[in-house]
């Protein structure tokens, strides 16, 4: 596993909107009229997640995906679209046991069927495989979540 963050040269995409980017500090108005700086915008869903994120990363903008993405394909789809525009990537493995998921899933308000839970467990990747799909950095959760003694 390679030390410390991997990083890309920081040169813009090319294309004519390459020259146009927006410094990410810069307070512009929002889509809720607010006039806090867009970075700090949550991630949107549905259709235009995907414009919205090529959006963030066009600007070198710092970008957190926050999804289980369990399916090869869709991580491969990341790592593209932040190789287009030369962003560095991190992938964060929640490596939690099955049976503490189990736990934490029986103690919801909305419990997910058994079934499901240990089918989407079983999903999981291994910071190997993330490794052998091109993700240079693999960070474990369970160190950052285990209670200090």
Do not use: K, Y
Not at 7 to 24: D, H, V
Not at 78 to 90: D, E, K, M, N, S
Not at 131 to 149: M, Q
């Amino acid at each position: 596993m390679p030390s410390g963050p991997h990083r890309r040269p920081r040169s813009p995409p090319a294309g004519p909107s390459s020259s146009a980017r927006p410094s990410s500090g810069t307070p512009r108005s929002n889509t809720d009229g607010s006039s806090r700086p867009r970075r700090e915008e949550p991630f949107r869903t549905g259709h235009s997640a995907g414009s919205f994120l090529d959006a963030r990363l066009a600007r070198g903008l710092t970008t957190i995906v926050d999804s289980t993405n369990l399916r090869a394909l869709v991580r491969a789809g990341l790592l593209a679209r932040a190789a287009h525009w030369q962003r560095p990537t991190v992938a964060v493995l929640f490596d939690v046991p099955l049976a503490t998921v189990e736990a934490q899933n029986a103690g919801r308000d909305r419990v997910v069927r058994a079934d499901v839970v240990r089918e989407f467990h079983g999903l999981l990747p291994t910071a190997d495989q993330l490794h052998d799909e091109g993700w240079p950095t693999v960070h474990l959760a369970s160190p950052l979540t285990r209670p200090a003694r």
